[in-house]
């Protein structure tokens, strides 16, 4: 598997690293770090700063851009077939992406907020702006990742949904981990369904919907047979992307997996997609599969 890495000195960036190590077979990893010197100058350089002030400074945030890289080096080379480091300057999200795009990469991984090389300066919106654009898998860590031994893996009848269980079917992470594979149906409510309480065949409706909901779990699970993991099962009820949270609260999962509907890039979030707002309301980490 061929990983990008985005790094800089954030501790979201440190608990993203945290995810190779739990990787089942070590990738060919690029580890990346994009400088964002215009915003950097926007926010320090003032205008009645001199000149050489501002290339000081350049030099200083290069250098330690430099060191965060060798530091991710040497502290994942362990776990990984091959590793190269990048040093890039400009849109910090743009520059991710690119990267992606050049290495032909199957996963992104990014800390949910990172800072640029110099640990103070926030760069809000890249995770999400990454995981709108890229045009690969991109996993988003939002805590700590010492282990992972608990994910919830969210489906549906789409094909998004298959492409994210032949993922995991891939075995990227050691096990065991404990999977729940969940779906989610429209609560067979009246107001819901538009059939009145009491009429006749809503048991019945009801009782398909349950039928149908247990048919589409066995026929995933099957397909993600591991010995990696531990596999059960859940038919959820409500808004999906609400009974999806809910879930992964009550398993207390470290990561949700979910597929993504390969919308345009530019719908993505735009339409409040399920994996969207799963992103954005998540308290773990989200794999949003491609």
Same mark, same amino acid.
């Given at each position: 598997?061929?990983?990008?890495?985005?790094?800089?000195?954030?501790?979201?960036?440190?608990?993203?690293?945290?995810?190779?190590?739990?990787?089942?077979?070590?990738?060919?990893?690029?580890?990346?770090?994009?400088?964002?010197?215009?915003? =950097?100058?926007?926010?320090?350089?003032?205008?009645?700063?001199?000149?050489?002030?501002?290339?000081?400074?350049?030099?200083?945030?290069?250098?330690?851009?430099?060191?965060? =890289?060798?530091?991710?080096?040497? +502290? =994942? +080379?362990?776990?990984?077939?091959?590793?190269?480091?990048?040093?890039?300057?400009?849109?910090?999200?743009?520059?991710?992406?690119? %990267?992606?795009?050049?290495?032909?990469?199957?996963?992104?991984?990014?800390?949910?907020?990172?800072?640029?090389? %110099?640990?103070?300066?926030?760069?809000?919106?890249?995770?999400?702006?990454?995981?709108?654009?890229?045009?690969?898998?991109?996993?988003?860590?939002?805590?700590?990742?010492?282990?992972?031994?608990?994910?919830?893996?969210?489906?549906?009848?789409?094909?998004?949904?298959?492409?994210?269980?032949?993922?995991?079917?891939? @075995?990227?992470?050691?096990?065991?981990?404990?999977?729940?594979?969940?779906?989610?149906?429209?609560?067979?409510?009246?107001?819901?369904?538009?059939?009145?309480?009491? %009429?006749?065949?809503?048991? +019945?409706?009801?009782?398909?919907?349950?039928?149908?909901?247990?048919?589409?779990?066995?026929?995933?699970?099957?397909? @993600?047979?591991?010995?990696?993991?531990?596999?059960?099962?859940?038919?959820?009820?409500?808004?999906?992307?609400?009974?999806?949270?809910?879930?992964?609260?009550?398993?207390?999962?470290?990561?949700?997996?979910?597929?993504?509907?390969?919308?345009?890039?530019?719908?993505?979030?735009?339409?409040?997609?399920?994996?969207?707002?799963?992103?954005?309301?998540?308290? @773990?980490?989200?794999?949003?599969?491609?």
């Amino acid at each position: 598997m061929r990983v990008v890495l985005a790094v800089d000195a954030s501790p979201d960036s440190k608990n993203a690293a945290q995810v190779v190590r739990h990787m089942s077979e070590p990738p060919v990893l690029d580890v990346l770090n994009v400088v964002d010197e215009d915003a =950097l100058k926007h926010a320090y350089i003032s205008p009645t700063m001199p000149a050489e002030y501002l290339e000081t400074y350049r030099r200083e945030v290069a250098e330690v851009a430099e060191q965060v =890289l060798h530091e991710m080096k040497a +502290e =994942l +080379e362990p776990y990984c077939r091959h590793i190269r480091l990048i040093a890039d300057s400009g849109d910090a999200a743009e520059g991710i992406i690119l %990267t992606a795009e050049e290495s032909h990469a199957d996963l992104v991984i990014v800390g949910q907020r990172g800072m640029t090389a %110099t640990p103070s300066f926030l760069l809000g919106g890249v995770s999400q702006k990454v995981a709108t654009y890229a045009p690969c898998s991109v996993l988003v860590v939002k805590e700590p990742m010492a282990k992972l031994d608990r994910i919830l893996v969210a489906i549906d009848g789409s094909e998004a949904a298959h492409k994210a269980v032949e993922f995991l079917a891939r @075995c990227p992470f050691k096990g065991p981990v404990q999977a729940l594979v969940v779906t989610v149906w429209p609560s067979p409510r009246s107001e819901t369904w538009g059939i009145p309480s009491g %009429t006749p065949g809503r048991s +019945e409706l009801k009782r398909m919907v349950e039928d149908k909901g247990q048919e589409l779990l066995q026929k995933i699970t099957g397909e @993600c047979a591991n010995e990696s993991y531990r596999l059960t099962t859940e038919l959820l009820h409500g808004d999906p992307a609400f009974a999806i949270l809910d879930a992964a609260v009550r398993h207390q999962a470290q990561l949700i997996v979910i597929g993504s509907r390969g919308m345009k890039a530019i719908k993505r979030f735009l339409l409040g997609s399920v994996s969207g707002k799963v992103l954005v309301h998540a308290s @773990c980490s989200v794999l949003i599969v491609r």
